[in-house]
């Protein structure tokens, strides 16, 4: 299972690459919002969603998502971190 | 009974009405009492400034409790509403203002950030109403060519029965809709055009004060008319999506309550890709209406299956007929079978409006045969604002017939029963090395092949006006064995229709109105060939 901080690094390798942000992703922190930054649009924001579920291993639920906090880096990692803790078995 | 105007019929629901819910919108909660005596202090500051001979008042505003005050505000004034997009490119905006002749323009705060470079381009001094702001001085100061009345110099209006100068025929709203030519083409909306859509939709839909609207599209997207005026109209509310939740809409859908939902298809593809369209997700809708594009089967059974409560129609019409003029409604025993190529049909006229399918000299085809839309009825536009050649082109008497119609230039043929299907544009035609292709074609053939409903193909590299090939945009997964699919293409099709290449990708990118943005997947074929 991937922690956290794992699946934030590799969201963040994968927006650096995807938007070709170069030296500019020093400026991509937890609290960055994704869509109101104008970073990514509803395309690109489905592209991350495919690729975060790829590397968590399973769907990844937004029925019931806060708006407000999910398109923040932080956020959607976190989302996507609870989501794999939860489907973890229970010892 | 007063003729129908929108200002009448907001007025006569806020009068029966007062106390029940009109607006909610970001934080603001505002009853129908609230929402008309709001909107009528500002129609007094209106009535004040605007010179006699103004026709329209701008709102520059997005979806807010001030963008639909405003609204309101310039109908009860008697004048019809510009909306202008904060979001769309400030020349664009600019060019419009300068069409419209708008000199008086309320800015609501989301707005305010464009607000400078919009009024460094406008050609014309305009007074600026800025109901959310305390103070315009500092406005005034940088601009002073414009006029600035910030909200505490409002003055206080008193509520009457019935809007001022509440002419049928006068302008309701002026909506902009792209030209081919690069200049945007202003549609005039008459109160009587936009009466006779709201009071059939009421009927169709059995609206009343009970109902929960939400309201997603731009307001300079006539989708929008389809959610304000039936429900400002019936009491009920108007409940604004915000932008982020326009992303992903499931939890604003039950926090709302929603009743009756009104999207462009695309949003249900999308809201499926973000799986979040769960077996009765949405209990509380009772309508969802669909328009703007081409509806899909799979579209339908993705939003049945969480919309499990709710009828759905599929609805068609350009901006030119007042939003839609045809209704399709879905029924999920026998519909499947008048689906064609995977495509829900348009359907019939409603009751009031008159369509025929007409072949090049203007006469009507026989059934299943493809001809050019033309519509009539009291829905139908004067034409486009000050473009008297482009009206002429597009708005036409047709050979035995006295009445004014509009050239739609999209193809449709009907069946037996009289039922119509979408098939494409008249304009949408391209050559491939010489050859005449028609798109839709091409998508269905691929669809049928790869057994997945969301292909856009495009004519792709093109020089000088013909296109080398074509490359299909599937909406899929990797798993999409793209060689196989072309194969099968090749069966169906002649070899300079089958596409050059398939595109495998995750969803579609989508335009501020949630159509599929064909520009961006132009240009994502311009990125790789460069």
């Known amino acids: 299972m991937m922690t956290r901080e794992e699946i934030t690094a590799r969201v963040r390798q994968w927006i650096t690459t995807h938007k070709q942000l170069g030296s500019d992703a020093g400026g991509l922190e937890d609290g960055t919002d994704l869509i109101a930054s104008g970073l990514l649009d509803s395309f690109d924001f489905v592209q991350l969603l495919a690729f975060t579920e790829q590397l968590v291993g399973s769907e990844i639920d937004l029925s019931d998502i806060d708006v407000d906090s999910f398109t923040t880096l932080g956020g959607f990692c976190a989302h996507a971190a609870g989501q794999t803790q939860s489907l973890t078995p229970s010892a | ?174 909506l902009f809709t792209s030209g081919s030519t690069g200049e945007p083409k202003g549609v005039a909306v008459s109160n009587m055009n936009v009466g006779a859509y709201v009071t059939h939709v009421c009927e169709r839909y059995g609206i009343s004060e009970n109902d929960r609207f939400s309201q997603m599209p731009d307001l300079t997207f006539d989708l929008s008319i389809q959610e304000l005026w039936p429900c400002f109209s019936s009491g009920a509310c108007l409940c604004a999506v915000p932008k982020k939740a326009t992303f992903q809409p499931s939890a604003f859908i039950r926090e709302h309550a929603i009743t009756l939902w009104t999207s462009v298809p695309s949003v249900v593809s999308f809201m499926d890709q973000m799986h979040v369209l769960k077996p009765n997700a949405f209990p509380t809708i009772r309508w969802s209406v669909f328009c703007g594009e081409a509806l899909t089967l799979a579209q339908v059974h993705a939003w049945e299956r ?78 486009y604002l000050n473009d008297p050649i482009r009206t002429a082109e597009r708005f036409v008497r047709l050979p035995d017939s006295s009445e004014l119609w509009y050239r739609t230039g999209d193809l449709a043929f009907r069946t037996e029963t009289g039922c119509m299907h979408f098939a494409g544009r008249r304009d949408d035609q391209v050559k491939i090395r010489g050859y005449r292709v028609e798109l839709q074609e091409i998508d269905a053939a691929v669809r049928r092949a790869s057994g997945l409903d969301g292909v856009v193909s495009l004519a792709w590299p093109v020089r000088g006006g013909s296109a080398d090939g074509i490359v299909s945009f599937v909406c899929g997964t990797d798993e999409l064995d793209s060689l196989q699919v072309l194969e099968r293409c090749r069966t169906v099709l002649p070899d300079y229709m089958v596409p050059s290449r398939l595109l495998v990708i995750p969803t579609f990118p989508l335009t501020a109105n949630g159509k599929v943005d064909r520009r961006k997947l132009t240009q994502m074929l311009s990125g790789e060939a460069g």
């Open chain 2, 306 to 383: 969480a919309a499990s409560n709710s009828r759905i129609e599929n609805l068609y019409g350009p901006t030119e007929a007042t939003v839609a003029s045809t209704g399709y409604p879905w029924n999920p025993e026998f519909s499947s079978a008048d689906c064609i190529n995977g495509i829900v049909p348009i359907g019939w006229s409603f009751p009031h409006q008159r369509d025929r399918i007409v072949d090049s000299e203007g006469f009507e085809v026989a059934p299943g045969q493809t001809g050019e839309l033309c519509l009539a009825g009291p829905q139908v536009t004067a034409g």
């Open chain 2, 1 to 174: 009974m007063p003729e129908f105007t929108l200002a009448n019929a907001f007025l006569a629901a806020a009068r029966k009405y007062v106390e029940r819910p009109a607006l909610v919108a970001g934080r603001e909660r505002l009853s129908y009492g609230e929402l008309a005596q709001r909107a009528t202090d500002w129609s007094a500051t209106i009535r004040a400034v605007a010179p006699t001979d103004a026709m329209l008042v701008g709102v520059f505003a997005s979806r807010s409790a001030t963008a639909y005050t405003g609204i309101l505000s310039a109908l009860i004034s008697g004048f019809g509403y510009l909306p202008l997009n904060p979001h769309f490119p400030t020349e664009r905006n600019a060019r419009i203002l300068a069409l419209s002749d708008v000199r008086v323009l309320i800015v609501a705060a989301e707005a305010t950030q464009q607000l400078d470079s919009l009024l460094a381009s406008a050609l014309q001094p305009l007074t600026i109403l800025l109901p959310d702001h305390a103070s315009a001085a500092a406005w005034q100061t940088g601009h002073t060519r414009h006029r600035f009345i910030a909200a505490c110099d409002f003055r206080r209006g008193c509520i009457v029965a019935s809007g001022v100068d509440a002419d049928p025929a006068a302008t309701a709203y002026l």
